[in-house]
Antibody, heavy 119, light 108 residues
Framework: QVQLQESDPGLVKPSETLSLTCTVS????????WSWIRQPPGKGLEWIAYIYYSGSTNYNPSLKSRVTISVDTSKNQFSLKLSSVTAADTAVYYC?????????????WGQGTLVPVSS | SSELTQDPAVSVALGQTVRITCQGDSLRSYYGSWYQQKPGQAPVLVIY???NRPSGIPDRFSGSSSGNTASLTITGAQAEDEADYYC???????????FGGGTKLTVL
């Protein structure tokens, strides 16, 4: 059974860069599409970006200028960097995988990690 | 703003049938997926594709689509179905994923 686990970066200060890693177990990262999604407290879900194991990426247009997603197949991990954060970036961040092909439905999710942005 | 629109809240009597809808232009081209999220938990995929349930999802959950609207139907709602439900699909470009704003389902 595929399992995903987000890292916990702790408190991030405004204007700094938020960094997260998702570790995949129970299966290889070397296939499928891998996404980051976030959810501000009390609000809805927002897709941030995806990466294919080959390195192909796509980003939410509203966040594209601040987001970088990368993959490390040797470690079975993929990562997210969000720069110039503000309090509005405070959210639970989830990593997830499509069930089959891209857009088929996010069938596997990490438990999520709350990242507060505050001075 | 989301390209997929959901009613913010819906209620259903215990044991009755409820339909939760999601509207968006991209749904004319792509199937929607549906997720159930309970407080403090990660979302769980309950419907994907035309009308497919992942392993472990009860058969009282079903999906359908017509025009620009995707629907999630719960036939015989149970108390444990009370949750937030989100739809999700590709956007009109096909390159990005989008989520609806979510529907809070209350089981009375």
């Amino acid at each position: 059974q595929v399992q995903l686990q987000e890292s916990d970066p702790g408190l991030v200060k405004p204007s700094e860069t938020l960094s997260l890693t998702c570790t995949v177990s129970g299966g290889s990262i070397s296939t499928y599409y891998w996404s980051w999604i976030r959810q501000p407290p009390g609000k809805g879900l927002e897709w941030i970006a995806y990466i294919y194991y080959s390195g192909s990426t796509n980003y939410n247009p509203s966040l594209k200028s601040r987001v970088t997603i990368s993959v490390d197949t040797s470690k079975n991990q993929f990562s997210l960097k969000l720069s110039s954060v503000t309090a509005a970036d405070t959210a639970v961040y989830y990593c997830a995988r499509d069930l089959y092909h891209y857009g088929s439905g996010l069938g596997y999710w990490g438990q999520g990690t709350l990242v507060p942005v505050s001075s | 703003s989301s390209e997929l629109t959901q009613d913010p809240a819906v209620s259903v009597a215990l044991g009755q049938t409820v339909r939760i809808t999601c509207q968006g232009d991209s749904l004319r081209s792509y199937y929607g997926s549906w997720y159930q999220q309970k407080p403090g938990q990660a979302p769980v995929l309950v419907i994907y594709g035309k009308d497919n349930r992942p392993s472990g999802i009860p058969d009282r959950f079903s999906g359908s689509s017509s025009g620009n609207t995707a629907s999630l139907t719960i036939t015989g709602a149970q108390a444990e179905d009370e949750a937030d439900y989100y739809c999700n699909s590709r956007d009109s470009s096909g390159n990005h994923l989008v989520f609806g704003g979510g529907t809070k389902l209350t089981v009375l």
